[in-house]
């Protein structure tokens, strides 16, 4: 059964640390997204790639995150230096096209 | 800039009722997404509507889009309480962002 993962599910950490998510896409699909999702602001779409290129990454912050995918099975989101304010779920999603998408299960991250 | 207005915000229905879920867009709507979720779980990607009068199924689920109308309704068949959860749209807008509605809340009573 495949899946996409998410490491870690649950972060904690300080102000100004760097964090580190990874996202595993499920084999064989070429496009992964990051969301974050907050009560406050709801669902956002960070970024998106497609064959490991980044095609949109508009919402994301770009003085403190940066979303890369060093190979095909392996995308990750950095935040440094992190914020109370990022404090979110972060969910990872890959599809063989952007008509599909499936979730990992989402990373928790709390910033003191 | 673009806003997606979902209603209702919340919805109560017993079991065995249809239901009828709006997500209507201020501009021209260029794609239209469906995703579910549960409290404290992960998202669920449903499905995406891409052009006027397309409609879409996924078990009981039918999803339309109505381009003139700038809006997309997800209708729920015969609800369950499995059914239950927070509906969001998500839409992309002219310069290709992707915008979501606030959710749409739904309780399903056995």
């Known amino acids: 059964d495949a899946r996409v993962t998410q490491t870690p599910r649950h972060k904690v950490t300080e102000m100004g640390q760097e964090v580190t998510m990874r996202c595993q896409p499920i084999?064989?699909?070429?496009?992964v997204f990051w969301y974050r999702q907050t009560m406050m602001q709801g669902l956002e779409l960070l970024a998106y790639?497609?064959?490991?290129?980044?095609?949109?990454d508009s919402g994301m912050p770009k003085d403190r995150f940066s979303a890369e995918m060093p190979d095909a099975t392996l995308a990750t989101l950095k935040i440094q230096p992190s914020e109370p304010r990022d404090s979110a779920v972060y969910f990872c999603?890959?599809?063989?096209?952007?008509?599909?998408?499936?979730f990992g299960p989402g990373t928790r991250l709390t910033v003191l | 800039s673009q806003e997606l207005e979902q209603s209702p915000q919340s919805l109560i229905v017993q079991e065995g009722k249809n239901l009828t879920i709006n997500c209507t867009s201020s501009?021209?709507?260029?794609?239209l997404y469906w995703y579910k979720q549960k409290y404290g779980e992960g998202l669920i990607f449903l499905m995406m509507l891409q052009k006027g009068g397309e409609e879409k199924s996924h078990e009981k689920i039918t999803a339309k889009l109505d381009e003139k109308k700038q809006q997309s309704s997800l209708h729920i068949t015969a609800s369950q309480p499995s059914h239950a959860g927070i509906y969001l749209c998500g839409a992309g807008n002219q310069g290709g962002k992707l915008i979501f509605g606030q959710g749409t809340e739904l309780s399903v009573k056995p």
């Open positions: 501009k021209t709507l260029y794609g």
């Open positions: 999603a890959s599809g063989p096209s952007t008509d599909t998408q499936y």
């Open positions: 084999l064989g699909h070429n496009t």
């Open positions: 790639f497609r064959n490991r290129a980044p095609l949109d």
